[in-house]
């Protein structure tokens, strides 16, 4: 079945440093994919989402490309802030006719001052 | 502003007890959807509705139930034969269950312990 795989954390980072979380998918067929954050007690917040081959979603200095010959849609960011320090998820849409969404495990990221 | 609210926010729960926790959108959207989070791991599906009057268990659907009497309102049962249900709860919502490619909005969770 579908399935998504992202790098494990927690991921420490000084303030400014360069982000990148490595996340990767299996699927059949193109599935839209969906970066989510979530801060310490919260919900789950979309972050970015691309629906097709070499798409590049962007928000908030975040920004991730779907690559479908690597089947990865790793999360990156210039330079971090103390404020992103927050759990990251990937995820892909079911294509069946479901609306459901598969989640990898979630990465931690750390940002220091 | 729209959005989805779950309360409470906190929940306890004793031996042989069964708990609702509510969920309630103003989003207009078709779809809801019910997740439980576990430190350090992913989300887990437990219940997800298309439509109104209509679900369908998720992954993980043993000791609990749901009900879909209204569009906006999509309450979860923890019930008594759920023998390890301290966990943070999240709903979530989406504009239509039968389409995939769409993005879901989640509410701010619910956390439940036993007591």
């Known amino acids: 079945g579908d399935s998504v795989t992202q790098m494990e954390g927690p991921v420490t980072l000084s303030e400014e440093a360069f982000l990148t979380i490595n996340c990767t998918y299996t699927a059949t067929g193109y599935p839209s994919l969906f970066w989510y954050v979530q801060y310490p007690g919260e919900g789950l917040q979309l972050l970015l989402k691309a629906t097709k081959a070499d798409d590049k979603g962007s928000n908030k200095g975040f920004e991730a490309t779907y690559r479908k010959e690597t089947t990865s849609f790793h999360l990156e960011k210039g330079s971090v802030q103390v404020s992103d320090s927050a759990v990251y998820f990937c995820?892909?849409?079911?294509?069946?006719?479901?609306?459901?969404?598969?989640f990898g495990q979630g990465t931690t990221l750390q940002v220091k001052p | 502003d729209g959005g989805i609210t779950q309360s409470p926010k906190y929940l306890f729960r004793k031996e042989g007890q069964n708990v609702t926790l509510s969920c309630e959108q103003n989003?207009?959207?078709?779809?809801m959807y019910w997740y439980r989070q576990d430190p350090g791991q992913g989300l887990r599906l437990i219940y997800y509705s298309q439509i109104v009057n209509d679900f369908q268990k998720g992954d993980i659907a043993e000791g609990y139930s749901v009900s879909r009497e209204k569009k906006e309102s999509f309450p979860l049962t923890v019930t008594s034969a759920q023998k390890n249900p301290t966990a943070f709860y999240l709903c979530?919502?989406?504009?239509?269950?039968?389409?995939?490619?769409?993005?879901?909005?989640f509410g701010d969770g619910t956390r439940l312990s036993i007591l």
């Open positions: 989003l207009n959207h078709d779809a």
């Open positions: 995820a892909l849409s079911e294509l069946s006719n479901t609306g459901k969404l598969i």
């Open positions: 979530a919502s989406s504009i239509s269950g039968r389409r995939g490619n769409q993005p879901q909005h």
